[in-house]
Nanobody
Framework: QVELVESGGGLVQAGGSLRLSCTAS????????LGWFRQTPGKEREGMACVTGRTGDTYYSDSAKGRFTISRDVAKNMLYLQMNSLKPEDTAMYFC??????????????????WGQGTQVTVSS
């Protein structure tokens, strides 16, 4: 059984940084990409960054490029998202995802099977 647990969210001032963590258990070698998504009320879940399971290639949304960095520690089954230069519009619930289907973009929420419960990030102006 796959379980994803996010942590590291909180309240930060604009321009500050946060590092999100995701503990992943139960993943098998067939679970290719791991991703970070975010969602605000009334909006669709937005893909921010992902890292492929086999090659470790990374992909970022336009809003994440240059500010966010995704990384993983395979030995510890951990996924991270370093977020710098945070803006008020980054305020959202952040989720990690696993179980990419291999179909479509790895930044599309519909392509993932497993989700954590989320961690709230609030950026004050």
């Amino acid at each position: 059984q796959v379980e994803l647990v996010e942590s590291g969210g909180g309240l930060v001032q604009a321009g500050g940084s946060l590092r999100l963590s995701c503990t992943a258990s139960g993943l098998t070698s067939g679970d290719f990409a791991l991703g970070w998504f975010r969602q605000t009320p009334g909006k669709e879940r937005e893909g921010m960054a992902c890292v492929t399971g086999r090659t470790g290639d990374t992909y970022y949304s336009d809003s994440a490029k240059g500010r966010f960095t995704i990384s993983r520690d395979v030995a510890k089954n951990m996924l991270y998202l370093q977020m710098n230069s945070l803006k008020p519009e980054d305020t959202a619930m952040y989720f990690c995802a696993a179980g990419f289907s291999g179909v479509g973009s790895p930044l599309q929420a519909a392509a993932y099977k497993y989700w954590g419960q989320g961690t709230q990030v609030t950026v004050s102006s």
